[in-house]
């Protein structure tokens, strides 16, 4: 299976906000034809309706793949929409936070393959991340396919167990938010110290952006990163005896946030 058949047996989007409109802008620009795609969402935007994709024109059956983007409160409502394509022709991919695949299962049919995905917000850039897990009845060219397509975003990896997703949720599912505000404090912190504002905001972006971009491209680990840029007795390491305090620095700090998400994600998938 591979996105020839795609193009060939057309792709259903279910939903069609920032996550989905991202995913979207990849496979047109990857080559998929928007005669090929079909998209159901209640208010699309002037975005949507100028890439010559269908619009609520109700759904191509037999579709190789119809992809879930809509938000988990509307699941209840939207999902049925899909039900006359499950039985096993159509691969569902989820990118809905909080709906287990079970979900989907009862739905849609224990027979049809579904693989749950959780995509995060860099994907409007296309460097985001999308871990994977499928049903039993996801083959692997199944995984294949849903990795082809949200490849289109950014980078993909996929789980041992659905049970990971809650975990994966609190790193890299809100983790761009908790980066977010890392710039903002640190841009505050620079106002502090007597730099203006945007001066400030400037600096931030900018070595968060690339410190990243190093920590990706280089050999070393970032902790070896970390030594590298680390004097003795110097500017960077009377930072970090702050920021790595066990007790109130990063360590205790990172590991109850991420925790919190995962734990809330729990809740969210309990309904």
């Keep these: 299976m591979n996105m020839d058949i795609v193009a060939e047996r057309g792709l259903a989007l279910l939903g069609c906000g920032k996550m989905g409109s991202a995913m979207l802008n990849g496979w047109l620009e990857g080559g998929l034809p928007a005669s090929s795609v079909w998209v159901q969402d209640p208010y699309p935007s002037d975005w949507l309706k100028a890439q010559g994709v269908h619009i609520n024109e109700g759904l191509q059956q037999g579709c190789a793949i119809a992809l879930i983007a809509v938000k988990p409160q509307m699941m209840a409502k939207a999902l049925p929409n899909l039900q006359s394509m499950g039985g096993g022709a159509t691969l569902f991919v989820s990118v809905a936070a909080g709906t287990p695949i079970a979900y989907y ?40 396919l849903a990795e082809a397509l949200l490849s289109a975003v950014g980078q993909t990896v996929r789980l041992e167990s659905e049970a990971q997703m809650d975990a994966v949720t609190g790193v890299s599912g809100s983790g761009p938010a908790y980066v977010f505000h890392l710039i903002e404090t640190l841009a505050a912190a620079g106002e502090a110290q007597g ?77």
């Design 195 to 271: 730099l203006p504002a945007d001066l400030a905001m400037q600096l931030a972006k900018a070595t968060v952006a690339g410190a990243a971009a190093l920590a990706e491209a280089a050999d070393e680990d970032p902790a070896q990163l970390r030594v590298n840029v680390t004097s003795p007795n110097g500017t960077t390491q009377a930072a970090l005896e702050v920021l790595m305090d066990e007790k109130a620095g990063f360590p205790p700090l990172l590991t109850h946030a991420v925790a919190a998400a995962t734990n809330r994600s729990k809740e969210l998938s309990r309904g």
């Design 105 to 144: 299962e009862e739905v849609l049919g224990a027979a049809s393959p579904v693989i749950r995905a959780m995509p995060n917000t860099p994907a409007a850039v296309g460097r985001g991340i999308s871990a994977l897990i499928g049903n039993d009845a996801a083959s692997g060219d199944h995984m294949d």
